[in-house]
């Protein structure tokens, strides 16, 4: 890319997440000046900032784990690996997906760490506070960060923010949910310490416990089957994921009423589980949040949107630039999802004009803002194919 003399950057991304992440390396490895841009103070998104502690969509589904990402995504794993993760395929007892168990520290150090060695530059602590628009191309972002405001000019953008913020104050008008508005449910997985490693999780024990609270406590959970729960890597911690929250707009009225009863719900299950289930007498609240985990908000206008059918028949392009392969995992009813397996070959192909924003020429989408109906989004959302997305949205940015 040959840079004009006005411009700062080749390419400049907005949002740490998977996506963005994936974007920042992909332009990076094909030669652009790369700028990426984090409002929180580590990288990782889902899995760093909401107790996300699975790398879903590396796999397709199945008896056998069948590699469906790669590119620059493996370049995280291996540092992951160099800092004591074993990242193979782990398959869920509860769901029977293929994952990559993680730890939250080791994925921010992970990701200075491969982004440094790219000569990626990293704000931290910073927003995207406004865009200068001219017709159909964006000009420069107005970033806010811990030293007020400065205007960033780059040839090309990436939205990855996982919201669609750098679309929306690019003056697109984005959809809210599904076709008919309804949101995801958001949900809230903790860490849980203080287990007695000896004795193994009873699935059982906690059903019972949780049908004695559903009929007395303030926070009755909508998975009555135990949740989903594996052990941390590196620190013998639980990762549970138990409670669910249904959203009925995106006000931060609503978002606030969220993370306020995760935390309430959150204290009450871990004393549930020390009072009803054997190993947990002495277990405590590790962490919640830094967020709630966010299933989805706004979907950006794109060229193309990828559809259930593109999914449920395994559909293959030529056009495609990465691969959905985890199944439409819809959580339309809180705590009660429901899986459909991706069809033909088990993936589908995400074609490019996914990821390029329809009527402006130098703004791509990664992550969960690409285009996709509410059946397709409900598989390309997770972090594995956000990689994915990322990097070939990277790619092209960089070719100006």
């Known amino acids: 890319m040959s840079r004009k003399p006005e411009a700062d950057y080749d390419v400049i991304v907005a949002g740490g997440g998977a996506g963005g992440v994936g974007a920042a390396l992909g332009a990076a490895q094909a030669g652009a000046k790369t700028l990426l841009v984090e409002k929180y103070g580590f990288l990782g998104g889902a899995a760093t900032t909401s107790n996300v502690l699975a790398y879903c969509g590396f796999f397709q589904q199945g008896e056998d784990p069948i590699k469906a990402v790669g590119g620059v995504a493996d370049l995280v794993l291996d540092e992951l690996r160099a800092l004591g993760l074993p990242c193979d395929p782990f398959k869920s007892p509860t769901t029977a997906n293929w994952i990559i168990l993680l730890e939250p520290e080791a994925v921010k150090l992970a990701l200075d760490r491969v982004l440094a060695r790219h000569n990626v530059d990293v704000l931290l602590h910073t927003r ?6 001219t017709a159909d191309r964006l000009e420069a972002v107005t970033l806010a960060g811990m030293d007020g405001r400065a205007r960033i000019a780059a040839e090309a953008f990436v939205d990855a923010t996982g919201d669609a913020n750098l679309a929306l104050l690019a003056g697109m008008t984005c959809r809210s949910g599904n076709e008919m508005g309804h949101l995801q449910a958001v949900s809230a997985p903790i860490r849980v310490g203080g287990r007695n490693p000896a004795v193994p999780i009873d699935r ?40 669910d929250h249904p959203m009925e707009d995106l006000s931060s009225r609503s978002f606030t009423r969220a993370e306020q009863a995760a935390r309430a719900a959150a204290h009450d299950y871990v004393q549930v589980l020390r009072q009803g289930v054997p190993g947990f007498e002495n277990a405590y609240l590790v962490q919640t949040g830094p967020q709630i985990g966010i299933r989805e908000s706004r979907h950006p206008p794109a060229r193309y949107e990828l559809t259930g059918e593109d999914l449920l028949t395994g559909r293959q392009r030529a056009d495609g630039v990465a691969r959905a392969a985890w199944p439409i995992e819809d959580h339309s009813v809180p705590g009660k999802p429901v899986y459909r397996p991706i069809g033909g070959a088990g993936f589908a192909d995400i074609p490019l004009d996914c990821l390029r924003a329809k009527g402006l020429e130098n703004l791509c989408y990664a992550g969960r803002v690409i285009g996709a109906d509410s059946t397709a989004y409900a598989s390309i959302r997770v972090m594995g194919t956000a990689f994915a997305t990322g990097e070939a949205a990277g790619r092209f940015s960089a070719k100006g």
């Open 128 to 133: 995207v506070a406004a865009v200068t628009r």
């Open 204 to 243: 059982q024990a906690i059903i019972d416990a949780f049908k004695h609270y559903n009929t007395h406590g303030a926070w009755p959970v909508a998975r009555p089957d135990g949740g989903i729960y594996t052990e941390v890597p590196l620190t013998g911690e639980m990762w549970w994921m138990m409670f």
